[in-house]
C-alpha cells in the first residue's frame, strides 16, 4: 500500500510479505535502498500473535535491509512480515522518480517507477533478484486529481472525504520484481481492443493525446500482440497492457507486465512533421517491448548473465516483428546488418571486449551487462542460429514441440559463441597450383593487432569457433547456390568444385553469420570487376557485407587501404539503399580519423566524386504533406536521404545551397516547407554554413515547438555550427534541465564531439564536468557508457590519448569497462594514423589524377 504525496515528493508503504521457513533463522534478509524504516512486524498467522523484534537496520553497501528476531522462525511454517516506511519521489532517472511537463503555461507533475534492474529495492523493501519471482497485490492512495497505473487492472476505487482515493488493484502472476510498476499522473488516454479481448490502452499527456500522437503506436501494439500470440503460440497472459508516454526517462522504453513505459521521443509520433526514420525508430521500439511480454515478464533468465537471451530474442524481434508491419521493407534480411551486424562488430572487435554471457559476482557488475553487446550481439547470434536451423525450425524450437533431425550439437556451437568474447575473421586463400582448392582459416578480428601482443591469451591458439559458414561460387553473369562448409580448426582445407580461374568466391552469404571474412588480393580484385561490370550478380545483403567487411578489414590491417576505396567506387551504379547505408556508416568512422588532417580535403573530393552522379540523379524529395507517412517506396526515401546527407557533409556545393534556400525560405515566410525525411540534414547543413542568427532562429524554434521529434532534431542541429562560442553555449546549457531533458543532455555533448570545430570542447566539457555527469547518469545503464564512448571515439592524436590516460588517473571510480574500452580506441586511431594514413592518402592522390 502505497500513498503517494505529489505536492512535496514523498511517499509511505507498507509492504506485507508471506514468508515460507525453509530453514530455521534468526534473521530476515531482504533489499531495500534510501529510505527510511519506521516500524516492522513479524507475526505467524493472526491467532498465533506477534515473534518479537529484536533490532533492524539497513546495510547501505550491500543494499540490504536485516531483521533480527528473538527466536528463531521455525521450519515448514508461514510467517508475515510487515515493514512500514517512507522514502522520496526522486528527481532523478531511477526507483519510483519525478518528471514534468507544462500544460496550458502551467507546470504538472508525474511519478512512475523503473525498476530494472535492481531498483524496485528503491520504492519498497523487497527480495530484488529475477528468480525470486511472486504475486503482488498493490494498492496506491493519491489526490483524486490524479490516476494511477500499475501492472494489473483496478479492482475497487475507495473515494474519501478529504479529495484523496484508494486503487486497489488486481493480483498479479507470479513475476520478478523489477517488472513492476506504477505511475501517478494527470494523463488521459485511448484505447483499442485485440481480437482476443485484451484492452490495450495509450496514456500520454493531454495536448499530445487530443492532437492524436499516441495513435499509431496504439494501432500497431494491438496488431503486434496478435502476432506474437500466433507466433509463439501462447497467449498474452494479463487482462490489459497500458503504454505510459513519460517526458523524462533513463531509457527508450521498459517492458513492465501489463504497464510498459516509454520515454515520449520513443512512442509519440505526428504524422504531419515525423520522417520515416522517426516512425521506424518508434516501431521498432514498441516492437522490443511487446516482445518482452513473453520473454521477459513471462520467461525471466534465472540471473543477470543470461540477460542477453531476453535482450538478444527481443532485439532480434524488432526486426521481424517490423517486417509483419512493412513486408516490404526487408528489416530481418538487410536493415538488420547495417544497424545491428556493422555496428556491433566495431565494438566487439576490440581487445577488451566480453562475452555476451558474463557472470555477475555484485550488483555493480549487473550495469556491465546491459550494454550493446548483450543487446546486438545476443541478436546477432540468434539470427545466425535461425538461419543455420532453418526459420521454421527455430519458430518450432521457441514454441518447444519438438526437435526436427539437423545433426548440429546446437549447445556446442552456440557456448562457445556466447562464452568467448569478439568473434572470428575467415581468410579464404585459393592454391596457386590446384584451382579448386581453397584454405580456410580463422583467427580472432581485432582492430588493434598490438592488442594481441599485450594479451597473453592470444599466443595460445585458444580462439576456436564452430562457424557456419556458407559459400557461393560466381563469375560475370551467374552466381551458384550455396552451399555450407562448418568450420572448427585453425585451418583446412576444401575442395571446391566449381572453382575455375575467372570464377570469384563469396563466403558469409547474406551475412547471416557473425563473423567478417577475407579473400586473396586476387580475388578480392575478381569481386571488385564484378561489382563494376554487373554488381546485380550479388545480392544487396552481399554488396552491404563486402563494403562494410573491407572497410573494417583495411581499418585493422588485414587489407591494404585502397581496396575499400576501390569497392565504392561501383556505388554511382547502386540503386539499392543497403550498400549506400553500409558505406556511409563504414566512412564516418574513417572521416572522423582524417576531418583534423591537413590533407583532408583529397579524401573530401575523392567521397563527393562518387557520391555526384547519384545525387544528380536522385534529385530532391518534394514537400506532399498530404502524403501518407508510410510509402511502398520506402527504400528509394532511404536511399536519397542517404545520398543527401552524404553530399551535404562532404560539402556538395548544390546541396549547400538547396539546404540554405529551404532554411532562408523558413526564417522569412515561418512556414517550415522543408521536407520530412531530410529536415535533420537541412538544419544541421544550415546552421554550419549560415550565420548566428540561424543558429538563434533554430534555438527559438526549438523552445516553441512541443512535438517531440521535431524537437530532438532542432536540438541536435545547433550541435553542427562551426561558431566555437554557440558550441560552449549549448554545452552549458545542455546540463540546465529546464532547457534540455536529463536524456537528450548526452546527445548534445556526443554530437559536439562528431562536429570537428566541436571535439576538443566537447572532449573538454567531459572532463571538468564528470562529477556532475557521472553523479547524474552513472547507475542509469548504457548512459555513461554511450557518453564516454561519445566524447572518445574520435580522438585520434597522441596528445588527446595523453589526455585520456591522465583523466582516467585522476578520477576517483566509475565506469572502468567503458574508460578501458575508450582508451585501446584512441590507441587504435592513433596507430592507424601513424601506420595507414599515408598509404591512403598516396592511393588518393593517385586515383584523383586519373
Known amino acids: 500500500m502505497l500513498s503517494a504525496f505529489m505536492e512535496n515528493f ?51 553497501p550491500t543494499q540490504v535491509f536485516v531483521v533480527v528476531l528473538n527466536r528463531s522462525l521455525e521450519v515448514q511454517r508461514s510467517y508475515n512480515l510487515k515493514i512500514i516506511y517512507n522514502a522520496l519521489i526522486e528527481n532523478e532517472l531511477l526507483g519510483f522518480f519525478r518528471s514534468s511537463y507544462v500544460l496550458h503555461g502551467e507546470r504538472r507533475f508525474l511519478g512512475v517507477t523503473q525498476f530494472s534492474p ?55 502472476p507470479l513475476m520478478s520484481t523489477y517488472y513492476l510498476a506504477w505511475a501517478v499522473c494527470n494523463f488521459t488516454y485511448r484505447e483499442t481492443v485485440t481480437k482476443s479481448g485484451i484492452v490495450v490502452r495509450l496514456y500520454a499527456r493531454p495536448d499530445a493525446i487530443r492532437r492524436g500522437s499516441g495513435d499509431y503506436a496504439l494501432n500497431i501494439t494491438r496488431r503486434l500482440i496478435e502476432f506474437y500470440e500466433d507466433y509463439f503460440k501462447v497467449p498474452y497472459s494479463l487482462p490489459k497492457l497500458d503504454l505510459l508516454a513519460v517526458p523524462k526517462h533513463p531509457y527508450a522504453a521498459m517492458e513492465n507486465w501489463g504497464l510498459s513505459v516509454f520515454v515520449e521521443q520513443r512512442i509519440l509520433l ?75 562488430m566495431l565494438l566487439d572487435g576490440l581487445a577488451s571486449s566480453h562475452p555476451v554471457s558474463q557472470e555477475v559476482q555484485q ?105 557456419p559458414l556458407t559459400i557461393a561460387v560466381g563469375n560475370t553473369s551467374h552466381i551458384s547456390s550455396e552451399a555450407i562448409i562448418w568450420v572448427s580448426n585453425k585451418s583446412e582445407h576444401h575442395r571446391i568444385p566449381a572453382l575455375e580461374e575467372a570464377s570469384w568466391l563469396l563466403g558469409n552469404i547474406n551475412q547471416t553469420g557473425y563473423f567478417r571474412v577475407n579473400y586473396d588480393i586476387r580475388n578480392w580484385r575478381l569481386l571488385i570487376n564484378q561489382l563494376t561490370r554487373n554488381h546485380e550478380v550479388i545480392s544487396v545483403s552481399n554488396r552491404a557485407g563486402l563494403i562494410d567487411d573491407a572497410f573494417n578489414l583495411a581499418r585493422a590491417g588485414y587489407l591494404p587501404q585502397n581496396i575499400p576505396l576501390e569497392i ?122 549560415m550565420d548566428e542568427d540561424v543558429w538563434e532562429f533554430i534555438w527559438m524554434k526549438f523552445h516553441s515547438i512541443t512535438a517531440v521529434s521535431e524537437k530532438k532534431i532542432l536540438l541536435e542541429a545547433l550541435t553542427c555550427s562551426d561558431d566555437r562560442n554557440l558550441l560552449n553555449r549549448l554545452l552549458n546549457l545542455s546540463l540546465n534541465s529546464e532547457v534540455v531533458l536529463d536524456q537528450d543532455a548526452i546527445d548534445v555533448i556526443i554530437h559536439v564531439a562528431r562536429n570537428p570545430h566541436g571535439r576538443d570542447l ?28 561519445g566524447v572518445t571515439e574520435f580522438l585520434n592524436t597522441e596528445e588527446e590519448l595523453m ?48
Request: net charge negative; with cysteine; proline share 3%.
Open 762 to 789: 566537447a572532449w573538454k566539457f567531459f572532463r571538468e564536468k564528470w562529477k556532475i555527469l557521472n553523479a547524474r547518469y552513472g547507475e542509469a545503464l548504457f548512459m555513461n557508457s554511450k557518453l564516454i564512448s
Open 270 to 344: 505526428d504524422p504531419s512533421i515525423s520522417s520515416i526514420s522517426y516512425l521506424l525508430d518508434v516501431t521498432m521500439v514498441i516492437v522490443h517491448e511487446l516482445c518482452h511480454q513473453w520473454f521477459g515478464d513471462l520467461v525471466t533468465p534465472v540471473w543477470w548473465e543470461d540477460v542477453w537471451l531476453k535482450e538478444g530474442f527481443a532485439h532480434y524481434f524488432e526486426f521481424v516483428g517490423t517486417d509483419y508491419l512493412y513486408p516490404g521493407w526487408n528489416m530481418e534480411k538487410q536493415r538488420f546488418l547495417t544497424d545491428v551486424l556493422h555496428e556491433v
Open 363 to 467: 550488483a555493480t557488475d549487473i550495469d556491465r551487462v546491459f550494454d550493446w553487446i548483450a543487446y546486438k550481439k545476443g541478436a546477432a547470434l540468434i539470427r545466425m542460429l535461425a538461419n543455420f536451423m532453418g526459420h521454421s525450425v527455430f519458430q518450432m524450437g521457441l514454441q518447444a514441440l519438438r526437435k526436427v533431425g539437423k545433426f548440429v550439437n546446437i549447445q556446442e556451437v552456440m557456448d562457445q559463441w556466447t562464452l568467448q568474447l569478439g568473434y572470428p575473421v575467415i581468410t579464404i586463400l585459393g592454391n596457386e597450383t590446384t584451382d579448386d582448392i581453397i584454405v580456410i582459416s580463422q583467427e580472432r578480428f581485432v582492430y588493434d593487432s598490438d592488442a594481441k601482443t599485450k594479451d597473453p591469451d592470444f599466443g595460445d591458439n585458444s580462439y576456436l569457433w564452430q562457424i
Open 568 to 689: 565504392i567506387r561501383y556505388l554511382s551504379e547502386e540503386k539499392d539503399f543497403l550498400p549506400w547505408h553500409a558505406a556511409s556508416r563504414a566512412l564516418y568512422p574513417l572521416d572522423k580519423l582524417l576531418d583534423r588532417t591537413e590533407n583532408y580535403n583529397i579524401f573530401n573530393e575523392f567521397i563527393l566524386r562518387q557520391v555526384a552522379s547519384m545525387y544528380l540523379k536522385l534529385g530532391w524529395p518534394t514537400n506532399n504533406l498530404n502524403k501518407s507517412l508510410v510509402q511502398a517506396s520506402y527504400q528509394h526515401e532511404e536511399l536519397r536521404r542517404e545520398v543527401i546527407m552524404l553530399a551535404c557533409s562532404f560539402g556538395n556545393k548544390h546541396c549547400h545551397q538547396q539546404a540554405a534556400t529551404l532554411i532562408s525560405d523558413w526564417i522569412s515566410s515561418n512556414r517550415n516547407r522543408i521536407p520530412l525525411n531530410v529536415r535533420d540534414i537541412v538544419y544541421c547543413t544550415g546552421v554550419s554554413l
Open 10 to 60: 514523498t511517499f509511505c508503504g507498507e509492504v506485507n510479505v508471506q514468508l515460507e521457513v525453509r530453514n530455521a533463522s534468526r534473521y530476515i534478509v531482504l533489499h531495500a535502498h534510501r529510505m527510511h524504516i519506521e516500524a516492522v512486524r513479524v507475526a505467524e498467522d493472526k491467532l498465533a500473535g506477534a515473534v518479537r523484534v529484536a533490532n533492524f537496520f539497513l546495510h547501505p
Open 118 to 172: 535492481t531498483h524496485a529495492r528503491k520504492a519498497f523493501p523487497c527480495f530484488d533478484e529475477p528468480i525470486y519471482k511472486a504475486t503482488f497485490k498493490i494498492s496506491i492512495r493519491h489526490q483524486a486529481t490524479y490516476l494511477s497505473l500499475s501492472n494489473m487492472p483496478v479492482e475497487t476505487s475507495v473515494f474519501e472525504e478529504d479529495g484523496w482515493v484508494t486503487d486497489h488493484f488486481s493480483q498479479t
Open 803 to 850: 589526455e585520456l590516460k591522465n583523466f582516467i588517473k585522476t578520477y576517483e571510480e566509475g565506469a572502468a569497462a567503458s574508460f578501458s574500452r575508450a582508451v585501446e580506441t584512441v590507441e587504435a586511431n592513433v596507430r592507424w594514423q601513424r601506420l595507414y594514413k599515408e598509404e591512403l592518402f598516396q592511393w588518393l592522390r593517385k586515383s584523383l589524377t586519373h
